[in-house]
């Protein structure tokens, strides 16, 4: 059998994990209960996943290290897979809790790791909250999922009818042995003796197209300059942080959103990283600090339709700087319009993925060197990231999903980390932050409705 390997970007979500910076997606969701009267129940969420668990292998299967840091671990099926210990109960039918003991449960449960020795994805159910929805936390690591293809681990909880039947199950499957050491070092070997090969025919490709071999030089050049070695300021955002998280989440109206782009003549994201940077600027004022540009890495989705079923990372980070220190709501969406214009006209999306695919020539330490200055405070003051979703509604097990919050990891040195994720008429918008470090991080949704009413009151816009 042939192990997928780790791409360079899934590994690099492995290299600067540290006890204090826990790289897991994850996304909180809260659900109407269904409407036939049917208690979702762990049992039943547990036969739910089973059924549908052959969908994904990838959430049988645990990593496997080559000796001596070789070369990135690949995928192997885990011999003791146990579905039980993957999805787990936070209270139960007979003693529901509260929708603020939820949180504080989730915040504690994205306060610790993932086990690596395990498939790397967690999920907690809250069947009964005291104001009667159900909550749900689902963890799942960077190295294994982006945010693209994390809507893709909804194919094991979701329909799009509250009424779809549950599948049959994943009758006979059986764990492939985990690879020897002998057999994880001689594959290790094979494949770094095949990547100077691959690079040298894309270099080929590249050399007898003289256009696209300019524009990639291009691309590239601005990358490295624009986005990796141009320094971040100092800011507030940056500092040791603790192991300890908070998510708080907050929604509003997305047609709020896109009638000030439409009327603007923006994007819905353009309108939502200048809405971000107005609250971040209430926030530095908060804290008595001078509100000044955040170097912001911004992940674009490189999937093409092909391989939107594919696990793993196809997501590539240009940085913009966000205007935070600019006073006016038009001015703060100009400034950002014209930093996202100028990233798409650059290329250097593509260039950054080049530049990434490229680091996998070198030597395992230096690859983990290379992938600690890239999530370093130097690199980047935080992260704000805009996820698309169904613009429908979905269910799980009959129960509605009334809303989710993203969860985007953040490194060493980083304080807080953004998500918007857009469902079903409104943006749900996660603020993933260090309490310890950020106590004021409970405010921002206060400070982004504030930013909101801003745009739509200041840039001669109505809603």
């Known amino acids: 059998m042939t192990r997928r390997r780790l ?4 590994a690099t979500f492995l290299q600067v ?47 496997a290290f080559p000796p001596l840091g070789l070369a990135a671990p690949v995928w192997a099926d885990d ?52 104001d009667g929805t159900i909550g749900i936390l689902m963890r799942t690591h960077h190295a294994m999922v982006d945010g693209v293809s994390a809507l893709e681990v909804g ?22 042995p985990l690879p020897s050491d002998a057999r994880l070092t001689v594959d290790a070997l094979l494949d770094r003796g095949r990547e100077p090969l691959r690079m040298a025919g894309e270099l080929a490709r590249l050399a007898l197209a003289p256009a696209r071999l300019r524009a990639a030089l291009r691309g590239a050049a601005l990358s490295l300059s624009e986005d990796l070695l141009r320094p971040a300021p100092s800011s507030h955002l940056n500092g040791p942080i603790s192991a300890r998280r908070t998510l708080v989440g907050h929604t509003v109206a997305l047609e709020a959103l896109r009638t000030v782009g439409r009327d603007a003549g923006v994007t819905l994201n353009d309108v939502a990283l200048a809405a971000i940077a107005g609250a971040l600027r209430r926030l530095a004022l908060a804290r008595g600090a001078a509100p000044g540009p955040l170097k912001t890495m911004v992940p674009v989705s490189l999937r093409e339709p092909e391989d939107m079923e594919e696990l793993g990372n196809r997501v590539s980070f240009v940085f913009i700087d966000l205007p935070v220190g600019l006073a006016t709501p038009k001015e703060r969406l100009d400034a950002v319009h014209a930093a996202t214009q100028r990233f798409k006209h650059d290329g250097r999306a593509a260039a950054s993925e080049s530049i990434l695919n490229s680091a996998s020539a070198l ?101």
């Open 17 to 63: 994990e540290t006890a204090t910076a826990h790289m897991h997606t994850a996304w909180k969701g809260r659900f109407a209960p269904p409407a036939d009267g049917l208690p979702v129940t762990l049992d039943a969420l547990r036969a739910l996943i089973a059924g549908r668990i052959a969908q994904a292998p990838r959430f049988r299967q645990r990593l």
């Open 7 to 10: 791409t360079m970007l899934d």
């Open 363 to 463: 030597p395992t330490q230096a690859q983990g060197a290379f992938a600690r200055f890239a999530a370093s405070s130097r690199t980047y003051n935080l992260t704000a990231s805009n996820i698309p979703g169904p613009d429908f509604p979905v269910y799980m097990l009959g129960a509605e999903l009334i809303e989710a919050f993203p969860v985007i990891p953040i490194a060493d040195d980083h304080a807080l980390s953004i998500g918007v994720f857009s469902y079903d008429g409104h943006a749900c918008f996660g603020f993933y932050a260090d309490p310890d470090a950020l106590p004021e991080a409970s405010g921002l949704p206060e400070m982004l409705d504030e930013a909101l009413d801003e745009l739509t009151a200041r840039v001669g816009l109505r809603v």
């Open 79 to 130: 011999e003791r897979f146990d579905l039980e210990r993957h999805v787990v109960a936070l209270g139960t039918l007979s003693r529901p809790i509260s929708p603020t003991r939820f949180d504080a449960l989730v915040d504690r449960a994205l306060s610790e790791p993932l086990d690596r020795s395990r498939p790397l994805w967690q999920l907690h159910l809250a069947p009964r909250l005291t």
């Open 155 to 176: 194919l094991l909880l979701l329909d799009t009818r509250p009424d779809a039947q549950p599948d049959a199950g994943a009758n006979g499957w059986l764990a492939e």
